[in-house]
């Protein structure tokens, strides 16, 4: 399924943003577990959310636990993730992704290699 990613920008440490990852195509993006993962220069990609395909059930990285909140709206073929207090440690480029063969109500996993499609990223930059 095609994925676009956008929301990214420049914020200041402590401000929020919101991103969005629209699906095209024909695939139904309901029976895709979605995720957001990132990727710092110099660094791995690393999980942020993933979210079920019923939206209800989400699990977060730990580093962002309780700033940042994963959605979708399946009548959209939207994901979103809105990204409270920033920190500089927040800088990367997001990458939204879908992954099959889950159950409606179980989220993605964690490991960027069990998802199938990926958007092209988004940058997002925090400043101090």
């Known amino acids: 399924v095609p994925l676009q990613a956008s929301g990214g920008g420049l914020v200041q440490a402590g401000g929020s943003l919101r991103l969005s990852c629209a699906a095209s195509?024909?695939?139904?993006?309901?029976?895709?577990?979605m995720g957001w993962f990132r990727q710092a220069p110099g660094k791995e990609r690393e999980f942020v959310t993933a979210i079920s395909r019923s939206g209800g059930i989400t699990r977060y990285a730990d580093s962002v636990k309780g700033r940042f909140t994963g959605s979708r709206d399946n009548a959209k073929n939207t994901l979103y993730l809105q990204m409270n207090s920033l920190k500089p440690e927040d800088t990367a480029v997001y990458y939204c992704a879908a992954q099959s063969g889950r159950g409606y109500y179980i989220p993605g996993t964690g490991k960027a290699f069990e998802y199938e499609y990926w958007g092209q990223g988004t940058q997002v930059t925090v400043s101090s």
């Open positions: 195509g024909r695939s139904s993006f309901s029976t895709y577990a």
